[in-house]
């Protein structure tokens, strides 16, 4: 440890430093910021290193002594001051200060954000654009019923089980190089699928996007956070998600088109400029760099892979269980529970190895460290589990429009209001109560209601979501404490996929179970109830094309009740993210920005460590 310099001269350069860190855009805080080498900037570095690293136990026993070293409490007076001369101190303690308020974005943050809306807009066309095409690609590939289905099911569960591990890496090896290689693998997977002439090469390349995809969209997000304070960044962070809404309704809009027009290859062949252009940009555009510096080969150290592995195969082989029950094979089957079993086990394992093992662990427990943050992950995932309808292939196109097109301004305005109020807590109990009532006016829906109704049904489903997209990451956020916030993020986008991809089962297995009862209470023999129930989606076709009569409205009917029995369900798992909703307590959100990331200005590369390189 440097012998900290008490004289007179340094306590004037360190009140100068501390009115810079005021003012980021001073000329004299960048030279700080880009050359941390500086002898006082490294001085005050010294001390706060102890607190980033709480795990190495040595510094933070070094650091426990320090509290008490006199020179530390000489610091902390010096660092007091110039906010004493002018009356910050007394500001804040009043509840006055609100330094980021008046924040506004430059050219660079703003050419950053536009570039993140690409990149999202890129990943959700993929996530809806194949639904209008399955058919006709399952026939040109001779797949079967359960092949089509795992066209989107192999997209989502990687994208949700690298997510945590893609996000802290980051962490280490910087965001920029992060989205290059997710770009990069996200283009294998597409270019995978172009190629494909049977269902084993499409599966495999949907797979790959999947990484890659799952690794952007929560890459977009923690980009965001570093370049943007707290207060302003809902607005930012609802406009993103708005971008993620929009690909949901241009997506399906798309792939129908294209579809009838020509090849459905044509569906990835257009990822390919998106890709492209986010190589071309990120480079240039993304300017992060990690305030830790070290070889690249120091820093593949400091990853924790076998963490990783451990987690991504437990998680992985957890959610192929939860997708193959009551799809590929009954639920009674040992296919089906046997590999939930082991990826549980396999799970918790992985959380042991992570709270004991590694230095730098890619799994944070501590970031549900209180009741809030606890409550905020278990809605995020309530709210994946219930977007999973929205992209049902049984919903027509105009359905999703409506939806998406109300959610769009929704979670604009939305984000506007938490960034002018400075709070977030009513936009998650708005959301959840509008989700409540969406889902109970689902149970009123039949065959017989009208093309308006439906619409304002989707409608109200547009409001509810509009309120959470945005409002539920910037809870987590906000609660999360800024040592912790890319973890943060992480689990946040984690819980979202891993809500989606078990709502795909859970809302199945409700629908067929409902369905099978309905059918042997209207009359069916047990056999044929099996039949159709376990093949619910190719029969409708079926159903669509029988003359009317009594048997078709009893078919009818029974598709009805299997609807209603997910929305019964879907009402009581919004009424308690109501109930949870309430015990939200609101986190200042005018925490200063704290991340291991700097954005790198421009100017200094001809600066003077240039000069003296």
């Known amino acids: ?67 008490q070293d006199q020179q530390y409490q000489q610091h902390q007076q010096y660092q007091l001051e110039p906010l004493k001369q002018d009356g910050l101190v007394e500001a804040a303690q009043a509840g006055e200060l609100d330094p980021h308020s008046e924040w506004k974005a430059g050219p660079r943050e703003r050419m950053i954000v536009a570039t993140m809306g690409i990149i999202i807009l890129l990943v959700a066309l993929e996530t809806d654009i194949l639904v209008p095409a399955l058919p006709t690609l399952a026939a040109d590939l001779h ?68 990484v890659g995809g799952g690794g952007l969209y929560t890459l977009t997000t923690l980009v965001i956070t570093d370049i943007v304070p707290l207060r302003q960044r809902p607005k930012y962070l609802s406009l993103i998600s708005a971008v993620f809404g929009l690909g949901g309704v241009l997506g399906p809009l798309l792939g129908g088109v294209i579809s009838q027009k020509t090849t459905w290859r044509w569906l990835f062949y257009i990822n390919f400029p998106f890709c492209g252009l986010a190589f071309a940009t990120v480079p240039w555009v993304v300017k992060l760099e990690p305030k830790r510096k070290g070889s690249l080969a ?127 807590a009513w936009a998650n109990q708005i959301g959840f109560a509008v989700m409540t009532l969406a889902n109970g006016l689902f149970i009123l829906v039949n065959q017989n209601l009208s093309m308006v109704a439906h619409l304002f049904i989707f409608l109200v489903v547009g409001v509810a979501h509009g309120f959470l997209i945005g409002s539920l990451n910037v809870a987590t956020q906000a609660i999360a404490k800024p040592s912790h916030m890319t973890f943060a993020v992480s689990m946040w986008s984690f819980n979202r996929w891993f809500g989606t991809c078990l709502g795909v089962s859970i809302g199945g297995a409700i629908f067929n179970n409902v369905l099978l009862h309905s059918l042997e209470s209207k009359g069916a023999s047990e056999a044929d109830a099996a039949a159709i129930s376990q093949n619910s989606e190719a029969f409708i076709g079926t159903l669509h094309g029988m003359p009317d009569g009594d048997l078709k409205s009893q078919l009818t009917w029974a598709y009805v009740d299997g609807f209603r029995g997910i929305f019964y369900f879907m009402v009581a798992l919004s009424g308690l993210g109501l109930l949870l909703s309430l015990f939200i307590r609101n986190h200042s959100m005018n925490k200063p920005t704290d991340s291991a990331h700097v954005l790198r200005n421009d100017a200094s590369d001809s600066g003077p460590a240039a000069a003296e390189a």
Request: proline letters at 4%; charged letters at 10%; hydrophobic letters at 45%.
């Open 1 to 67: 440890m440097a012998e900290i310099n008490t004289s007179p001269e340094y306590q004037e350069q360190y009140q100068q430093y501390q009115q810079y860190q005021l003012n980021p855009q001073h000329q004299q805080y960048q030279h700080y910021q880009q050359y941390p080498q500086d002898q006082q900037y490294q001085q005050y570095q010294e001390y706060q290193q102890h607190q980033h690293y709480p795990q190495d136990y040595q510094l933070q026993h070094q650091f426990q002594q320090l509290q």
């Open 298 to 424: 120091a820093n593949m150290l400091r990853v924790d892979w076998i963490g990783g592995a451990i987690f991504v195969a437990g998680s992985t082989s957890f959610l192929i269980g939860i997708t193959w029950g009551g799809i590929n094979y009954p639920w009674s089957s040992y296919k089906a529970w046997l590999p939930i079993l082991l990826g549980g086990i396999v799970v918790v394992l992985a959380l042991v190895y992570e709270a004991f093992v590694p230095r730098e662990p890619f799994l944070r427990l501590s970031v549900y460290y209180n009741t809030s943050s606890t409550i905020v992950f278990v809605l995020t995932l309530f709210q994946g589990l219930m977007a999973v309808k929205e992209a049902s292939t049984i919903l027509s196109g105009i359905y999703l429009m409506a939806v998406n097109i109300v959610l769009f301004p929704i979670a604009v305005v939305c984000g506007i209001l938490m960034t002018k109020l400075g709070t977030f």
């Open 143 to 210: 797949g079967t019923s359960i092949e089509t289905f795992w066209v989107g099911t192999a997209f989502l569960l990687p994208s949700a089980t690298f997510l945590p591990f893609i996000g802290a890496t980051s962490e280490i090896l910087g965001r920029r190089a992060m989205l290059l290689v997710c770009n990069l693998l996200f283009t294998a997977g597409t270019l995978c699928c172009c190629l494909a002439n049977d269902f084993s090469v499409l599966l495999a390349g949907r797979a790959i996007q999947g």
